[in-house]
């Protein structure tokens, strides 16, 4: 190796690739590679979550028209400051504030580039020596990826299929200890599919009070749900326990590329404010990118003007998908779905490789699926749970039948001789 070489350190570069071949992007490129150039049948994508390009999904022309309306005002043109414009920070508080016993203020309110900006944010400022963190398993990976990379030590409590994907509350005080920092819910969940209810977040909230640790919310999919089980932001739980909120506009208004979020303080009793937390916030704020300013400036018109008509059709259009995706795999014997979906845009299904011939795992059905039938999904283990896949629903509904359809006679195929 050449003295540049050595200087520039093709020793971390690796570290980059292996760790990137192992997030959910790293998967689905790998199985994007494995489709058959033979194969004349078009790709059906149930890997990720992004159905923006299906019409079915467009997003509210009033979104599109705030954007243009800012845009074209030539008042956004500027560096936007590190926390966020004002009337964005208020507009989001307000969004917020629905429901909540205590008001938020424009003042605890972040703007992130997306929800991922505000998960980097967290695990940077949550970082410090022998700390550790609660995460759940199965996982949204990329807080693992960022907790390795602020060296964090991971400690993963169940979520429990057999009770409806709820947090194994037992494991997680068992888990905890004086240098856990905080547990991670996702609700509505991914990969899961669930909604947790009000009395289990309760729990989840005293939990963490008796624990003394921070509860960190993401709620990327908030107001996506569409089962029996009413959707509960976390911080209606502020006042037992600080609540870091987490979202964004990517999925409840299907603009994943706009690149909008947020991270929401509640700490009506100040104790995030006491310990430092909102000092690191701000501090990671002032050295990190944000975004872009006419998309920030579009927020208050945003939040005002989409009609309640849209959140119900998407609402609709994702209920009926999941019920075509729970028929069908439930029709597929070797292929078994623990809970019907009631929000998010996944299923947790559970694969039982000893029905099928000549399928070691996971990762090799989904393989051998790209290639013959042109179908991803996403091996569980890009979520922690082996003999899983992680099935997305949100896509037009006719290439989902015709997606499962290729899955069932994949199954059929490939199923253990009698
Ligand atoms: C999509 C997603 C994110 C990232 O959201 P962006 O706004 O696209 O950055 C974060 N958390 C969960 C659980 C998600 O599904």
């Known amino acids: 190796m050449g003295t540049a070489a050595k200087r520039w350190g093709f020793q971390g570069k690796q570290e980059l690739n292996a760790a990137s071949a192992t997030t959910v992007r790293g998967y689905l490129n790998l199985l994007m590679a494995n489709v058959s150039h033979h194969n004349t049948s078009p790709v059906i994508p149930l890997g990720h979550g992004d159905p923006s390009h299906f019409p079915s999904f467009r997003t509210t022309p009033a979104a599109e028209d705030a954007i243009v309306h800012a845009l074209r005002s030539a008042k956004h043109n500027c560096y936007a400051p590190t926390v966020g414009i004002l009337p964005a920070r208020r507009a989001i508080a307000d969004y917020l504030n629905r429901d909540l016993p205590y008001k938020l203020s424009p003042d605890d309110v972040y703007l ?24 759940p398993r199965p996982s949204y990976p990329y807080y693992d990826t960022c907790a390795a990379y602020n060296r964090i030590e991971i400690r993963h409590y169940d979520l429990l299929p057999e009770n409806g994907w709820e947090v194994d509350l037992d494991a997680v005080e068992t888990l905890a200890d004086e240098n856990t920092v905080a547990i991670v819910i996702v609700n509505p969940g991914n990969p899961c599919g669930n909604v947790f209810s009000y009395e289990q977040l309760n729990k989840v909230a005293e939990t963490a009070r008796k624990l003394g640790i921070l509860v960190v919310a993401d709620e990327a999919y908030d107001n996506l749900a569409f089962g029996s089980t009413r959707y509960v ?41 006491k310990s430092g937390v909102i000092d690191s916030i701000v501090g990671f704020l002032n050295i990190s990118s944000d975004p872009a300013t006419f998309i920030q400036a579009a927020i208050p018109q945003i939040l005002e003007n989409t009609e309640e008509e849209f959140f119900s059709k998407i609402i609709c259009t994702l209920r009926e998908c999941a019920d075509i995706c729970y028929d069908k795999v439930e029709e597929i014997p070797c292929l078994t779905c623990p809970k019907k979906p009631e929000g998010s845009m996944f299923v947790m299904v559970k694969l039982n490789v000893a029905m099928l011939e000549d399928i070691s795992d996971d990762m090799d059905f989904c393989l051998k699926l790209a290639k013959e039938e042109s179908v991803i999904i996403l091996p569980g283990r890009a979520v922690g749970m082996k003999n899983w896949l992680r099935i997305t629903f ?9 997606g499962l359809a290729r899955v069932k006679s994949f199954c059929q195929r490939h199923a253990e001789k009698q």
């Not at 997306?114 to 022998?130: F, K």
């Not at 949100?394 to 015709?402: K, P, W």
């Open 112 to 135: 992130t580039v997306g929800c991922t900006q505000a998960i980097e944010i967290v695990t940077a400022v949550l970082a410090r020596p022998g700390a550790n963190i609660l995460l």
């Open 394 to 402: 949100a896509i037009e509904s006719c290439l989902l039948q015709e």
């Open 233 to 273: 932001p976390m911080r209606v739980f502020g006042s037992t326990v600080p609540v870091l909120t987490l979202g964004s506009v990517s999925k409840r208004w299907i603009v994943p590329g706009w690149r909008l979020g947020w991270l929401v303080t509640s700490d009506p009793d100040g104790i995030l404010q």
